[in-house]
């Protein structure tokens, strides 16, 4: 049902529709104006055709892995959990090494440590970083490798047709000065029409590509510092609260905050990419789950309800 509400987004609906319109008009508009014509004599024509599609391609199968896996939604208990005697059920659950799992009033589940609760998606995600609408989905523990590799494709998808476009329109200017311009016949389509063509393939190239880079860049950064957007603002909201206002309550819970582990940069990448070869960490493939402490996070606590 979660997930179901999740895709009935129509924020993320529209989103959805707005990248896959985007995907197919650059491509119609590098195959169709800027590949064929400029590169029509040489073998660059099917080289740039097929490089392009493959970039892609890969984009389209990293943003449908993203958009369809499963982010890491916490599985909904059978029984409906007792709220009322919820201080001795988590002193029992530290007891049994399950330090640091809250309850979401929400879902009326426990959730593993890291995990947050989605308002979109209705439902607690392991290792939450932020719901994407251009995924209509959440970006979670289980599905940020994809979406990462989405960024990673665009940017490349968005430069690739930068410098395509650059380059066909220098090379019509040019053979247009040098008089060599095909005779424009009743098919051929106008030049204004190509001119808009690459006008509006630059602007979407260009809003597209800095867009994913500042994301790209913000993403490797949480990754790195082991800290998602999430746990950012709350350590923030800490620290503000710890400096200025000293209540019995905000201390407790600034001493009752846990920092993560330090562990080595590529030790955090190979967490979310995979362990195998850096070379798979640009395929949208499946990669098990990682394990934190101990805890494997597919897995509900012992608890009794
Ligand atoms: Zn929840
Ligand atoms: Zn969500």
Same mark, same amino acid.
């Given at each position: 049902?979660?997930?179901?509400?999740?895709?009935?987004?129509?924020?993320?609906?529209?989103?959805?529709?707005?990248?896959?319109?985007?995907?197919?008009?650059?491509?119609?508009?590098?195959?169709?104006?800027?590949?064929?014509?400029?590169?029509?004599?040489?073998?660059?024509?099917?080289?740039?055709?097929?490089?392009?599609?493959?970039?892609?391609?890969?984009?389209?199968?990293?943003?449908?892995?993203?958009?369809? !896996?499963?982010?890491?939604?916490?599985?909904?208990?059978?029984?409906?959990?007792?709220?009322?005697?919820?201080?001795?059920?988590?002193?029992?659950?530290?007891?049994?090494?399950?330090?640091?799992?809250?309850?979401?009033?929400?879902?009326?589940?426990?959730?593993?440590?890291?995990?947050?609760?989605?308002?979109?998606?209705?439902?607690?995600?392991?290792?939450?970083?932020?719901?994407?609408?251009?995924?209509?989905?959440?970006?979670?523990?289980?599905?940020?490798?994809?979406?990462?590799?989405?960024?990673?494709?665009?940017?490349?998808?968005?430069?690739?047709?930068?410098?395509?476009?650059?380059?066909?329109?220098?090379?019509?200017?040019?053979?247009?000065?040098?008089?060599?311009?095909?005779?424009?016949?009743?098919?051929?389509? !106008?030049?204004?029409?190509?001119?808009?063509?690459?006008?509006?393939?630059?602007?979407?190239?260009?809003?597209?590509?800095?867009?994913?880079?500042?994301?790209?860049?913000?993403?490797?950064?949480?990754?790195?510092?082991?800290?998602?957007?999430?746990?950012?603002?709350?350590?923030?909201?800490?620290?503000?609260?710890?400096?200025?206002? !000293?209540?019995?309550?905000?201390? !407790?819970?600034?001493?009752?905050?846990?920092?993560?582990?330090?562990?080595?940069?590529?030790?955090?990448?190979?967490?979310?990419?995979?362990?195998?070869?850096?070379?798979?960490?640009?395929?949208?493939?499946?990669?098990?789950?990682?394990?934190?402490?101990?805890?494997?996070?597919?897995?509900?606590?012992?608890?009794?309800?």
């Amino acid at each position: 049902m979660a997930s179901l509400r999740c895709r009935r987004d129509p924020c993320g609906v529209i989103c959805l529709i707005l990248t896959y319109f985007s995907v197919f008009y650059a491509d119609y508009v590098v195959i169709q104006y800027v590949v064929i014509p400029a590169y029509s004599d040489s073998v660059w024509c099917a080289l740039h055709g097929a490089v392009f599609n493959l970039i892609l391609l890969l984009l389209l199968a990293c943003h449908s892995k993203a958009v369809f !896996s499963d982010p890491g939604m916490v599985p909904l208990p059978e029984t409906a959990i007792d709220f009322s005697d919820l201080r001795s059920q988590s002193s029992r659950m530290n007891e049994r090494g399950c330090e640091g799992w809250t309850v979401c009033s929400r879902c009326e589940t426990y959730r593993p440590p890291r995990a947050h609760h989605c308002r979109v998606c209705q439902r607690c995600i392991r290792r939450m970083d932020h719901h994407c609408p251009w995924i209509n989905n959440c970006v979670g523990e289980l599905n940020q490798k994809y979406f990462i590799q989405f960024l990673f494709y665009t940017g490349m998808a968005s430069l690739y047709s930068l410098v395509l476009v650059v380059s066909a329109w220098v090379w019509r200017i040019r053979s247009e000065r040098e008089g060599e311009s095909e005779k424009e016949t009743d098919e051929s389509p !106008s030049k204004h029409l190509i001119v808009a063509h690459y006008i509006i393939l630059l602007v979407e190239s260009v809003l597209f590509g800095v867009f994913v880079m500042v994301i790209f860049y913000d993403q490797l950064v949480s990754i790195i510092t082991d800290e998602t957007p999430i746990e950012q603002m709350k350590n923030r909201l800490m620290l503000k609260d710890r400096s200025s206002a !000293s209540s019995p309550a905000s201390l !407790s819970q600034a001493t009752n905050h846990t920092p993560h582990t330090r562990k080595p940069k590529l030790a955090l990448l190979r967490e979310v990419f995979g362990r195998g070869s850096v070379l798979f960490w640009l395929f949208p493939l499946h990669t098990s789950p990682p394990t934190v402490g101990g805890i494997t996070y597919s897995a509900l606590p012992d608890y009794d309800v």
